[in-house]
C-alpha cells in the first residue's frame, strides 16, 4: 500500500467510529550512525522506526493517539480508542482541521537518496579525529562521529489534503582537548547538510576541533565590568536568534508570555536588518513543501528592516490571535501542532568580523554559551560564556568562567552585524556585537 492509502484507511476508521473530523500522520525512519575514540569504535547502530499518529475532532473535542504498527487492521481499534477519549476531554473551540490546498511542487531537493556503508563513515570518523590529534598542542581525543538518516513524512486529513515528502541528512564531528590535568580545555566542530556533497571535509572538521581546543589554553577570567561590548562568533550568535523566535512565537504572544507581545509593527532590529524565514530553500535543513497542517510553505520576513511584521502562527495560535496560520505548524505523531520557524536567518549585516571589532578597546569574543538563562516574560537574559578577550580591536589572551548579562530588548535594538552569513545549522546568524552588557568575572 501507498503511504496515501494507508492514511486513507486510517482516516476511514476515524469516521467509522464516529469523529466528525480527523487527521493522520505517518512518519517513517532510517538511521546509520558511528563513533570513533582513539582508533577503536565506540558506536555502530542502524535503526529503522515507522510512527503513526491520528488526531481525531469530535465536535470541539479533540484527541490523539499514536503507535507504531501502520498495518490497517489494527486501525479501527486507533480509532475507537480515539475517539473514546475525545468524548471525556475538555473543549478546545480554537483548534481545528484547516483547509489546504494540494501541496505545490518546489525544487528542494532534500534527499541525496544514496545510504552510505558502516565503513565508510568509520573512515570518515577516522579522518576527522586523526586530523585533531595532528594538531600540535592536541592531548587526548573525546571521539568523532559521522552519521547517516533519511525520514519520510506524510500528512492526510478528511478535508481531503495529501501531502509526502522525504529528507536525507549527512553529518560528521569531532571533540579535542588540548592540555593536560585541571588546565585541559575542549573543542568541537561539526557539519551536517542534506546532501553528502554539501558536508565538510572531515579533515577539515578534525583540524577546526583541534585549533580551538589549543587556542582555549590558560584561559583568564576578567575582572565583572558593566557597559562591556560583547562579540558573538556565528556559532553562538545562532542563539539569540532563537531567543527571538521564542518571543514572536504566536502560542507565547497568545498566552502573554512574550516581551514582545505588543511590538508587532515597532522596531525591534536596528534599521537595514531582517529576519527571513524560508521553508522552500534548497538543500535546507528545514525546508518543507507544506507544514504539520497541510498549510503551503513560502518564505517570509518576519522582521523587514526592522519592523516586526509577523509571528510564527499555527492554525490555533492564529484563531487566537484573529490572524491566519503562516505555514509554521511544526508536529510529530503523539503530539498537536505548534508553532515553529524553518531555515531561519539574519539578513542585513555588512563589513568583516574585524572591522566589527576594531573600535573595542575592551570586550568579550565569545564562542560558546552555557545555560539557558533567558526569562521570556521580560527579556532579561544571563548566559555562561567562554571566549576570548578583545584588547585594541584585536582577539586576545582565552577567558572562560564568565557570565554575559543584559536585557534582549535592548539587546537586539543595539545589534550590529557583520557581513560573514553562512547557512549551515537551520538558524544562522554572521558575526553579532552587543553594546553595554554585563560582564560577571573575577
Do not use: C
Not at 499514536?66 to 498495518?71: P, W
Not at 576570548?388 to 582577539?395: A, D, E, M, P, V
Not at 557583520?418 to 573575577?442: H, I, N, S
Amino acid at each position: 500500500m501507498t503511504r496515501q492509502d494507508i492514511l486513507g484507511a486510517l482516516l476511514d476508521a476515524a469516521r467509522r467510529a464516529g469523529a466528525d473530523g480527523a487527521d493522520a500522520l505517518l512518519v517513517h525512519g532510517a538511521s546509520l550512525g558511528v563513533s570513533r575514540r582513539l582508533g577503536a569504535i565506540e558506536e555502530l547502530e542502524r535503526s529503522e522506526s515507522t510512527d503513526i499518529g491520528l488526531r481525531v475532532f469530535l465536535g470541539a473535542r479533540i484527541a490523539m493517539v499514536s503507535g507504531t504498527d501502520a498495518t490497517p487492521s489494527g486501525f479501527a481499534a486507533l480509532a475507537e480508542r480515539a475517539v473514546a477519549m475525545a468524548r471525556v476531554v475538555p473543549e478546545d473551540r480554537l483548534a481545528a482541521i484547516l483547509d489546504a490546498p494540494p501541496p505545490a511542487p518546489h525544487a528542494l531537493d532534500l534527499d541525496d537518496g544514496e545510504e552510505p556503508s558502516a565503513d565508510w563513515l568509520l573512515e570518515r570518523a577516522a579522518l576527522a579525529e586523526e586530523a585533531a590529534m595532528a594538531v600540535p598542542g592536541v592531548t587526548n581525543s573525546e571521539g568523532a562521529s559521522a552519521g547517516w538518516s533519511r525520514g519520510t513524512r506524510a500528512l492526510a486529513t478528511t478535508r481531503g489534503f495529501f501531502g509526502e515528502y522525504a529528507r536525507s541528512s549527512h553529518s560528521i564531528s569531532a571533540t579535542a582537548l588540548a592540555g593536560t590535568g585541571t588546565g585541559m580545555q575542549r573543542d568541537y566542530d561539526h557539519s551536517s547538510a542534506t546532501h553528502l556533497s554539501d558536508l565538510d571535509a572531515p579533515d577539515l572538521i578534525g583540524r577546526k576541533a583541534g585549533e580551538q581546543a589549543v587556542a582555549r589554553l590558560d584561559p583568564a577570567r576578567p575582572a565583572s565590568a558593566k557597559g562591556v561590548s560583547v562579540v558573538y562568533h556565528p556559532r553562538a550568535a545562532g542563539s539569540l536568534l532563537g531567543h527571538l523566535a521564542s518571543a514572536i512565537n504566536g502560542a507565547a504572544v497568545a498566552r502573554g508570555t512574550s516581551f514582545l507581545k505588543g511590538a508587532m509593527g515597532t522596531r525591534i532590529l536596528p534599521e537595514g536588518l531582517s529576519l527571513l524565514d524560508d521553508p522552500l530553500r534548497p538543500r535546507g535543513p528545514r525546508s518543507r513543501p507544506f507544514d504539520g497542517e497541510g498549510q503551503g510553505a513560502a518564505r517570509r520576513a518576519m522582521v523587514e528592516d526592522g519592523v516586526l511584521r509577523s509571528w510564527f502562527l499555527d492554525g490555533r495560535s492564529a484563531a487566537q490571535l484573529g490572524l491566519a496560520s503562516t505555514g509554521h505548524a511544526s508536529r510529530g505523531t503523539s503530539g498537536p501542532p505548534s508553532p515553529s520557524p524553518t531555515n531561519l536567518w539574519l539578513d542585513g549585516g555588512a563589513g568583516t568580523p574585524e572591522a566589527l571589532l576594531a573600535d573595542i578597546a575592551d570586550g568579550i569574543f565569545v564562542t560558546e554559551l552555557i545555560g539557558m538563562g533567558v526569562n521570556g516574560v521580560t527579556g532579561d537574559y544571563s548566559r555562561g560564556a567562554a571566549g576570548f578577550r578583545i584588547k585594541g580591536g584585536r582577539l586576545a589572551e582565552p577567558v572562560s568562567e564568565v557570565t554575559i548579562a543584559g536585557n534582549l530588548r535592548e539587546m537586539f535594538l543595539g545589534l550590529r552585524a557583520a557581513g560573514d552569513l553562512e547557512f549551515r545549522r537551520g538558524t544562522d546568524a554572521p558575526t553579532l556585537r552587543v553594546d553595554g552588557m554585563t560582564l560577571a568575572g573575577a
